[in-house]
Antibody
Framework: EVQLVQSGAEVKKAGESLRIPCQTS????????IGWVRQMPGKGLEWIAI????????RYSPSFQGQVTVSVDKSISTAYLQWSSLKASDTAIYYC????????????WGRGTLVIVSS | QAVVTQEPSLTVSPGGTVTLTCGSN?????????PYWFQQKPGQAPTTLIY???NKQSWTPARFSGSLLGDKAALTLSGAQPEDEGEYYC?????????FGGGTKLTVL
């Protein structure tokens, strides 16, 4: 069974750094693209980026390029989304999701990590 | 970046049929955009209903179907059930990135 496990919540202050994990199991981690999606409070889904764990090939949405960094640790089948300096506007739920083999869309979703950034 | 458009809200009667659409400001939506459809209920993560325009996930109820309708991608719900209430999002592929639509809030009433 494919599983993507995310931490529940993170509370940080503006200017702090943060890295949130997405621990996967139940499939070959290195051969499926994995991505990140933002959902701000009361708003819709926004596609952030995807990464191919085998070679760390990464594609970012222009809206998020330079704002966040995605990475993986193949040894523990975990993907990460990180910020170097959080802003209050980063407050949102962040979902990780595993793509189909084609890499085009998302098939399996994590439950999301709520990131709260206070100013 | 492309803008993907969906109806903000739709209402369907129990047992009725409704079609949600997904358009793009870059031109007609085609199979080359590999349209995806997701359902999200309040307080829950999204779930995938349709991939690559028409294909269903193993867990997708038979009453949902995907297609291209004119210049848009479409999700048709035939025989709506109360549990189908929620938000529905489409996702289109553009070169190396993907863009979500703004979502359609579906009410079964």
């Amino acid at each position: 069974e494919v599983q993507l496990v995310q931490s529940g919540a993170e509370v940080k202050k503006a200017g702090e750094s943060l890295r949130i994990p997405c621990q996967t199991s139940g499939y070959s981690f290195t051969t499926y693209w994995i991505g990140w999606v933002r959902q701000m409070p009361g708003k819709g889904l926004e596609w952030i980026a995807i990464i191919y764990p085998d070679d760390s090939d990464t594609r970012y949405s222009p809206s998020f390029q330079g704002q966040v960094t995605v990475s993986v640790d193949k040894s523990i089948s975990t993907a990460y989304l990180q910020w170097s300096s959080l802003k209050a506007s980063d407050t949102a739920i962040y979902y990780c999701a595993r793509a189909y083999k084609s890499g085009r869309g998302f098939q399996h979703w994590g439950r999301g990590t709520l990131v709260i950034v206070s100013s | 970046q492309a803008v993907v458009t969906q109806e903000p809200s739709l209402t369907v009667s129990p047992g009725g049929t409704v079609t949600l659409t997904c358009g793009s400001n870059t031109g007609p939506v085609t199979s080359g955009h590999y349209p995806y459809w997701f359902q999200q209920k309040p307080g829950q993560a999204p779930t995938t209903l349709i991939y690559d325009t028409t294909n269903k996930q193993s867990w997708t109820p038979a009453r949902f179907s995907g297609s291209l309708l004119g210049d848009k991608a479409a999700l048709t719900l035939s025989g709506a059930q109360p549990e189908d209430e929620g938000e529905y999002y489409c996702l289109l592929a553009f070169s190396g990135t993907r863009v979500f639509g703004g979502g359609t809030k579906l009410t079964v009433l």
